[in-house]
């Protein structure tokens, strides 16, 4: 038997030839794989995002590198499967065809390719608007912008459903949406709580009362406002904790939006001891007076005011307004301030009070 003999033999219903083209065109076409993902790669990029940064290369081909390969891998296994026939696996009763089966799990893993594929290059588009959006002073973009590509990944992700049961599973899609319309109350009945937090979502992006990156206090908590999903909203605490917050509470509470504010106040007491004289403390609050009306950072709003006269100390009401609603300013301003009065105090001699019990002990 000759060589050409042996390639002719029949082996599970295919020649041994066949397996040869089989196993050449794959071993081809996985060698040409990573080539062929970096040139429609590099195209995608080009068509998409024209003249943009060399991060913007790299942030695109690292989200659509893993679908792309897979896609192509599926590609060259399809046609390399042209060489070879699936015999049929017979049963007792009758015979089935195994390549039907093998079709339905190969259209099943293009499908996934695809949409996976669509959802990162949603991504892409979500990091660049994003950058675009940190480079406006308006805030609403922020906020807008990761709701809409949220939105954009949900309807992906449920078109592609809807392929998968159409095209490899074989549901009657009609019949689906009928039967879904059939049991839609009790849909919303048991995601009642859901759909609650959904509407919230929009009350917010329509009635605005926060943007992304405001100052909010919520329930006893205080923090930055991060993101508004469908769900909840994501508030970042001073202690760099993360709060998620359910929407349909932020629109059913009391919420204070301390970044709306144009000026943020500090006010607290300073106390001085008791054997302060009347014109050490005239000069020490004229002196303040002078301090928070000069300061660059506040306002002509501020009150210096000798007010009570404390259990262990004479009580100076200090109040003014910073003009700037960010709590860095804030803090760095009233910093400032509270060295200044140190300073004012050690000036004129004078002691701060601490709480303090005198005790008089009686002789018989």
């Known amino acids: 038997m000759d060589f050409f003999e042996i390639l002719n033999i029949d082996f599970f219903g295919n020649k041994i030839i066949n397996y040869l083209y089989f196993l050449v065109s794959l071993i081809l076409g996985l060698l040409i794989t990573n080539p062929l993902r970096l040139f429609i790669t590099k195209l995608l990029f080009n068509f998409f995002a024209k003249d943009e940064s060399g991060n913007d290369n790299i942030k695109f081909d690292l989200l659509l590198k893993k679908p792309i390969r897979y896609f192509l891998f599926l590609v060259v296994v399809y046609f390399s499967s042209k060489f070879i026939n699936l015999p049929d696996y017979l049963s007792s009763e009758d015979s089935v065809d195994i390549s039907i089966y093998i079709s339905k799990a190969f259209n099943l893993f293009i499908l996934i390719t695809i949409f996976w594929t669509i959802n990162r290059a949603i991504d892409f588009f979500g990091y660049k608007l994003k950058n675009r959006a940190l480079e406006t002073e308006s805030k609403v973009d922020d906020q807008l912008i990761p709701f809409a590509i949220d939105i954009a990944k949900v309807l992906t992700i449920v078109l592609g459903i809807v392929m998968i049961l159409g095209n490899v599973f074989d549901v009657n899609i009609t019949a689906l949406v009928t039967g879904l319309g059939i049991g839609g109350v009790a849909f919303a009945l048991a995601s009642k709580e859901s759909l609650e937090n959904l509407l919230g979502s929009f009350t917010i992006f329509f009635d605005k009362p926060f943007t992304v990156g405001d100052i909010v206090t919520l329930g006893g908590v205080t923090g930055i406002v991060e993101k508004v999903g469908f769900r909840s909203t994501r508030i970042r605490t ?37 054997d302060t004289s009347i014109e050490k403390i005239k000069a020490i609050v004229n002196d303040i007076q002078i301090l928070v009306d000069r300061h660059e950072m506040t306002n002509q ?18 109040l003014y307004y910073v003009d700037s609603p960010d709590w860095e300013v804030l803090i760095d301003t009233q910093e400032k301030i509270n060295f200044s009065i140190i300073e004012i105090v050690n000036k004129h001699k004078c002691e701060f009070a601490f709480p303090s019990r005198s005790i008089y002990i009686e002789k018989n």
């Open 238 to 274: 001073f202690d760099k904790s993360i709060v998620t917050v359910p929407n349909k509470n932020i629109i059913s509470s009391e919420l204070d939006n301390l970044g709306a504010r144009p000026v943020r106040r500090v006010k607290f007491n300073i106390g001085l001891t008791y």
């Open 301 to 318: 709003d501020g009150k210096v005011k000798f007010l009570n006269f404390g259990p262990s100390s004479l009580d100076i009401m200090v």
